[in-house]
């Protein structure tokens, strides 16, 4: 399990990848952090997974405040495969050696920045975890990076690799499940972490910014996104508390250029989901969860 101030802790989490309509990489004015954080706690969520992207520290400083869990994406480089770090991991095909061969320029500059970010960042209460590789993406000798991350700061738990390719060492067992809902149990004798699900489309008129439009299954309405989330939770996230889940990231906090698979549209105007029926669910997680490790407790 995942402890804070050594209490279990559900992380009931959304992706955010940091791309606003009216500023790209920032928003127009440092308030709109602080405005997307309400947002997600209004819907019932107490983590984000800034992905793979560091922000101003305003951000950062926002969630401190007003008491948002962050989970903080280190930048990959290297080389993306769609095939080889995509497809083929969706089909079943999740390991593959850490090859180190003809990367030595790639593996100091990322291991310079990640470094650097773990600095940065160290003061930042808000930030309980960090993703180090993310679906392969430029992934090299990723037991050795988690060795250097832990030794630096242990205060915060590592997912070395976040999705599959997965090594020998990572404080968590990190699953990403698209395209389907299943119970996922403890192979790794780790916390698991679905680290990525969901990212169901919803198209709003007037609120789309590309032709192209990206997501994982698609939905109509506000009921019909609505229920098709809630379902993801009924049928594969709370079910698989007993099994060791400890934390779920919906894919994602708004839409951006080309995907339309946010809980809110790219202009943060419209919130594509029922907020009284997303808080329902939330407390049917951490009822659940509070529930088996009383259980556990009691033992």
């Known amino acids: 399990m995942i402890l804070l101030n050594q209490k279990p802790i559900f992380l009931h989490g959304v992706l955010d990848q940091g791309y606003f309509h009216d500023g790209l990489f920032l928003p127009s004015d440092m308030d709109g952090y602080e405005k997307d954080i309400i947002k997600m706690k209004e819907l019932g969520f107490n983590c984000i997974r800034k992905h793979i992207k560091i922000e101003p520290e305003a951000f950062y400083y926002a969630c401190d405040c007003l008491g948002m869990l962050v989970i903080q994406d280190h930048v990959n480089n290297g080389k993306y495969h769609y095939i080889g770090d995509t497809v083929l991991p969706n089909l079943g095909f999740k390991y593959r050696p850490d090859f180190m061969m003809g990367k030595q320029v790639q593996k100091y500059i990322f291991q310079k920045h990640m470094m650097e970010t773990l600095k940065h960042l160290y003061n930042h209460p808000c930030i309980i975890g960090y993703t180090i590789f993310n679906e392969g993406w430029g992934q090299i000798q990723a037991d050795e990076m988690y060795q250097k991350c832990k030794d630096y700061d242990s205060t915060r738990f590592y997912d070395a690799t976040s999705g599959w390719f997965h090594q020998k060492l990572s404080n968590v067992q990190s ?15 780790r916390p698991v972490l679905l680290s990525e699900c969901g990212g169901y489309t919803r198209a709003i008129k007037d609120h789309v910014y590309a032709k192209k439009q990206y997501g994982y299954g698609k939905a109509q309405s506000e009921k019909e996104l609505t229920n098709r989330i809630i379902k993801l939770y009924e049928e594969m996230v709370i079910p698989s508390i007993p099994y060791g889940l400890c934390g779920c990231i919906y894919t994602q906090l708004s839409d951006i250029e080309d995907e339309i698979n946010g809980l809110y549209t790219y202009d943060r105007q419209i919130c594509k989901v029922n907020k009284e029926r997303l808080l329902e669910i939330q407390k049917k997680i951490h009822q659940e969860f509070n529930l088996i490790h009383a259980k556990k407790i009691v033992e």
């Open 175 to 189: 699953e990403h499940v698209y395209f389907r809902n299943k119970i996922i149990k403890n192979k790794q004798k």
